[in-house]
């Protein structure tokens, strides 16, 4: 019985650290948007800013790669 109680304790703690960090998460998103409106309301295009960020996250080669595949599709589609 013992047992099955430090496991039910164990699994609520868990649970409630999950929680803690489900708000935390939340909280941070929230400013996210925030300075995404604030950089909005300063005139900046936040769909260019996201594609930044984006491409910011990705390793030099992967990006590189990307870019040359763009490349390559928008030749064979006649777009320059």
Not at 9 to 22: F, M, N, S
Not at 29 to 34: C, L, P, Y
Not at 51 to 76: F, G, N, P, S
Request: proline share 0%; charged share 40%; hydrophobic share 40%.
């Amino acid at each position: 019985m013992a047992e099955g109680t430090v496991a039910a304790e164990e699994l609520r703690l868990l649970i409630e650290r999950i929680e803690r960090l489900e708000e935390e998460k939340k909280a941070i998103a929230d400013d996210v948007k925030d300075v995404y409106l604030e950089a909005k309301s300063r005139g900046y295009d936040t769909k260019t800013m996201r594609a930044i960020i984006r491409l910011r996250k990705m390793e030099a080669h992967a990006r590189q790669e990307a870019d040359a595949l763009l490349e390559t599709y928008k030749a064979a589609l006649g777009i320059e």
